[in-house]
């Protein structure tokens, strides 16, 4: 290809399509693929936008760290979109959110390039790819999975999963327990879950803490330095969004949710999936990989809809797949009720965030002035982090069934903590690692 060692990709395209269109100095050998944007006419701000969501959802394997890394690349670095005071402000208050963050934050890049349209166009272009993605894996998994070579793969893959698991937990450690209490929350959470306690009551009951503490602590140094309290906007919105998911929880909004998906495990219906969906978009903090504890509380062991085995599964799909880590769940609406279970789980789990990061552009500066606020963001990391452990202990149980696997999870989490290769690799890595294991042990 003209001007170009590397093979014409999808990505490659899009990536010389959106640069020349954005920036009127672009050399013309960008054009050489055949896109229709002119030399010296720069592109609008919705496609421009669009385009460049587009090409994260391609290209953006790794997890919500990547994500936003590459974002703010693309954003402040290259394009000089924003500011990096402002996409730091917007990462602060998107964290204050429940949903997939890194998602919200491309869709909160959309409004500020592109208004409420670009938050819209931006937010499909960066989920689409990696649900698309997530459907055909699941119907060839739904297709082929009795198959004997499917199952040796799986062998070695979900040992693997694991071990991305366990990484992501230690490397997020530093920042969730930045001292002995907020230590001392999760752990308390990860035993709490490890015993029957509803999920949301522990993240909640996390950040509760977590606030009652910051509380306390201001009250005693005011006290030893005699000087009275202040009130302020930020401090109003801290107890807003402190108490906005009991409110949530207590409305009868949400007994009427409760009362619609608590069908008995036999019984999948599609308004059943989308409205769990909905409530786990809805009240989730943590990113991705919490999303397993609420899958496995409300799908395998309230429900029993799905196996733990199927949920290390559909966790490994989200891995080897790029864009957001949330398209798991387009992965099992599909093992549930085919393809329109993949769409309904797919827009359930999403539409809570397409509405938050609407809001969190508008609040943005509010959010982070208020000490309440970043209390009550701590202790939902804290407990989130908890809850990641106490279902990546469960997951094991069914991911490491003998030495084989015990030895491929092992090597694997050294491998990821000391070279930190793309996690995908590392699945695919275990997943013939197995199968080779399988082979040569079923031959004999």
């Given at each position: 290809m003209a001007g170009s060692g590397r093979g014409a990709t999808v990505a490659h395209v899009l990536w010389e399509y959106e640069v020349a269109g954005s920036n009127p100095a672009a050399p013309t050998s960008f054009l050489s693929y055949g896109s229709r944007v002119r030399p010296g006419v720069p592109e609008s701000p919705l496609r421009s936008v669009v385009l460049v969501a587009l090409r994260l959802g391609l290209t953006a394997f790794g997890g919500p760290s990547v994500h936003i890394a590459m974002l703010r690349d693309e954003v402040v670095e290259r394009r000089r979109w924003l500011s990096?005071?402002?996409?730091?402000?917007?990462?602060?208050?998107?964290?204050?959110?429940?949903?997939?963050?890194?998602?919200?934050?491309?869709?909160?890049?959309?409004?500020?390039?592109?208004?409420?349209?670009?938050?819209?166009?931006?937010?499909?272009?960066?989920?689409?790819?990696?649900?698309?993605?997530?459907?055909?894996?699941?119907?060839?998994?739904?297709?082929?999975?009795?198959?004997?070579?499917?199952?040796?793969?799986?062998?070695?893959?979900?040992?693997?999963?694991?071990?991305?698991?366990?990484?992501?937990?230690?490397?997020?450690?530093?920042?969730?327990?930045?001292?002995?209490?907020?230590?001392?929350?999760?752990?308390?959470?990860?035993?709490?879950?490890?015993?029957?306690?509803?999920?949301?009551?522990?993240?909640?009951?996390?950040?509760?803490?977590?606030?009652a503490l910051s509380f306390v602590a201001g009250r005693y140094q005011r006290g030893s330095s005699g000087s009275r309290p202040?009130?302020?906007?930020?401090?109003?919105?801290?107890?807003?969004?402190?108490?906005?998911?009991?409110?949530?929880?207590?409305?009868?909004?949400?007994?009427?949710?409760?009362?619609?998906?608590?069908?008995?495990?036999?019984?999948?219906?599609?308004?059943?999936?989308?409205?769990?969906?909905?409530?786990?978009?809805?009240?989730?903090?943590?990113?991705?990989?919490?999303?397993?504890?609420?899958?496995?509380?409300?799908?395998?062991?309230?429900?029993?809809?799905?196996?733990?085995?199927?949920?290390?599964d559909a966790v490994a799909v989200g891995q080897v797949t790029p864009g957001p880590l949330f398209t798991t769940a387009t992965f099992v609406g599909y093992l549930l009720a085919g393809l329109p279970g993949a769409l309904l789980a797919t827009v359930g789990i999403f539409l809570p965030g397409f509405l938050l990061a609407g809001l969190v552009v508008r609040l943005v500066a509010r959010l982070r002035e208020s000490p309440r606020v970043r209390s009550f963001l701590d202790g939902v990391n804290a407990a989130a982090l908890g809850l990641m452990a106490a279902v990546t202990v469960e997951l094991a149980g069914a991911a490491l069934v003998d030495g084989a696997t015990l030895a491929i999870?092992?090597?694997?989490?050294?491998?990821?903590?000391?070279?930190?290769?793309?996690?995908?690799?590392?699945?695919?890595?275990?997943?013939?690692?197995?199968m080779a294991w399988k082979f040569a042990t079923v031959g004999v």
């Open positions: 990096e005071q402002r996409f730091l402000d917007l990462l602060g208050a998107t964290n204050l959110v429940p949903g997939p963050n890194s998602t919200e934050l491309v869709m909160e890049v959309g409004a500020e390039r592109a208004g409420w349209r670009g938050l819209v166009l931006s937010g499909i272009a960066f989920i689409a790819p990696a649900a698309a993605i997530a459907t055909v894996l699941a119907w060839a998994y739904v297709s082929f999975s009795a198959t004997p070579a499917v199952g040796w793969l799986l062998y070695g893959l979900k040992p693997a999963v694991i071990a991305v698991i366990l990484q992501a937990l230690l490397a997020l450690a530093p920042a969730a327990f930045r001292s002995p209490l907020l230590a001392l929350i999760g752990g308390l959470v990860c035993v709490g879950y490890l015993t029957g306690i509803n999920e949301l009551l522990l993240l909640f009951g996390g950040s509760a803490a977590a606030v202040t009130r302020g906007a930020g401090t109003a919105m801290g107890i807003a969004l402190g108490a906005g998911p009991s409110v949530l929880l207590s409305s009868p909004t949400a007994s009427l949710v409760a009362a619609a998906t608590a069908a008995p495990a036999a019984v999948i219906t599609l308004g059943g999936i989308f409205l769990v969906f909905l409530g786990i978009g809805a009240v989730m903090y943590g990113g991705g990989y919490v999303l397993l504890a609420f899958l496995q509380s409300d799908l395998v062991e309230e429900r029993g809809w799905l196996t733990s085995a199927q949920l290390l999870g092992l090597g694997a989490a050294l491998v990821l903590l000391r070279l930190r290769p793309n996690p995908a690799a590392v699945l695919g890595a275990g997943a013939l690692l197995g």
